[in-house]
């Protein structure tokens, strides 16, 4: 069974930081390229980052470059976002998916059960 599991969101005041893994089974994590996506309330899913098989090239969307930072442990089969300089509009479910698949129509399988991130003070 394909699994990807996600935390470590939270409530976090602007400008704080908060450091999401994405812990996979069921796959041979090493051999894909990875992404985070999120969703905000009441919006559609947003491409945020991705990271190549062996992590060395990375890939941010306008909105977190410089912000975030995406990494992966192959040998924990992990994947991380860490976020800094969080601002409210980063308020968003976080999930993490093989890159490469329709943000909008999501994976065959649907989202996960994603991890929430709320930006508020």
């Known amino acids: 069974e394909v699994q990807l599991v996600e935390s470590g969101g939270g409530l976090v005041q602007p400008g704080g930081s908060l450091r999401l893994s994405c812990a996979a089974s069921?796959?041979?994590?090493?051999?894909?390229?990875m992404s985070w996506v999120r969703q905000a309330p009441g919006k559609g899913p947003e491409w945020v980052s991705a990271?190549?098989?062996?992590?060395?090239?990375?890939y941010y969307a306008d909105s977190v470059k410089g912000r975030f930072t995406i990494s992966r442990d192959n040998a924990k089969n992990t994947l991380y976002l860490q976020m800094n300089s969080l601002k409210p509009e980063d308020t968003a479910v976080y999930y993490c998916?093989?890159?490469?698949?329709?943000?909008?129509?999501?994976?065959?399988?649907?989202w996960g059960q994603g991890t929430q991130v709320t930006v508020s003070s």
């Open positions: 998916a093989t890159e490469g698949i329709d943000v909008v129509a999501g994976p065959p399988g649907g």
């Open positions: 069921g796959f041979t994590f090493g051999s894909y390229d």
């Open positions: 990271i190549n098989i062996g992590g060395g090239s990375t």
